[in-house]
């Protein structure tokens, strides 16, 4: 018989958890492994609401195991350090992504891509290695090994970098790969929200011309106005499309819902890369023609391996970027959820673990 999950390891933990696909999410009492040889131990401070979040606790993908303590961008302090650490010290400020788990010995890890290891662990709705469910950043703390820790730099706000564990390296990881990184290109980012936001800082920083590409008009002044893109088009206007034919060396394409790419991949100089990523749960049309016509080119990306994410980050503090955040409680969580569903968030929810926690125990 399956042990309840407050006895599956020796280290009593609390956190919030959905139970069910109705979404709701309630306190919840578990179990963490005792730190090992090659651990760390975080006492999480704040946890980043990435809206994959809310995809898994409504099980939209169908795919998603109760009871499910969500959070996949987490920053905090380490508590414990087993004796093979030497990554990091009791004391530290550290972060812990997306994953927390991979085989180690594929040609992806080899080549510090545990994203797309096959065998990856996802830091929560997974099962771990030693057969348990794996519990995410909603919590007090997390015990991962060092691999899959960062260094969080010591000048970079807590709150507004914890987002970046995902959306930073989400962004930050296809402009480095294809190039899209050189002082002087000129990148499209399509969808102002949680990713697109902070692809526009990484942009800038890299010293891009950058163009925002939006269904939504009223955005333009926070585009261009705040966060310092050079340009920003409605992509529903045919004459704006028609206008920035040809311009852009490439476009990071952050929307998940169905929309046309022929427009997209029009903008595009010859030799231009068209990067996705974002999920639409509808296949979309990838018109051959214009590809062939420029050698052009139609791209996925997904995360990133740890040592990019330890490079983003480091790159962040360098150049003071964060993303723009809502710090809330851990009690006003099931609302930060019905915002998210509704698009009423400039631009991430951040849970301030450290300091509401433990005022919503049962």
Known sequence: MAKSPDAE??????????????????????SRRANGEN??????????????DLHYIKNDWGFSVYPMVPGHEIVGIVTEVGSKVTKLKVGDKAGVGCLVGSCGGCHSCDNDLE???????????????????????????????????VRFPEGLPMDGGAPLLCAGITVYSPMKY????????HLGVVGLGGLGHVAVKFAKAFGLRVTVISTSPGKKGEAVGRLGADAFLISREPEEVKAAMGTMDGIIDTVSASHPLLPLIRMLKPHG???????????????????????????????GGLKETQEMIDFAGKHGITADVEVIPMDYVNAAMERLAKGDVRYRFVIDIGNSLSSSRL
């Not at 651990?39 to 401070?45: A, Q, S």
């Not at 348990?132 to 919590?139: D, E, H, N, P, Q």
């Open 115 to 149: 994203n797309y290891c096959t065998q990856s662990v996802l830091t929560y709705n997974a099962v771990d290695r030693d057969g348990s469910l794996t519990y995410g950043g909603y919590s007090e703390a997390v015990v991962v090994d060092q691999r899959f820790a």
């Open 9 to 30: 390891h020796p280290n009593k933990a609390y956190g919030w958890a959905a139970r069910d696909a109705s979404a709701v999410l309630w306190p919840f009492h578990f």
């Open 39 to 52: 651990d760390v131990t975080l006492k999480i401070l704040y946890c980043g609401i990435c809206h994959s």
């Open 178 to 185: 294809f190039g899209l990184c050189e002082p002087g290109m």
């Open 273 to 303: 890369k068209l990067v996705m990523l974002g999920a639409p749960n509808k296949p979309l049309e990838i018109p051959a023609l214009p590809l062939l016509m420029g050698r052009k080119m139609v791209a996925g990306s997904a995360m």
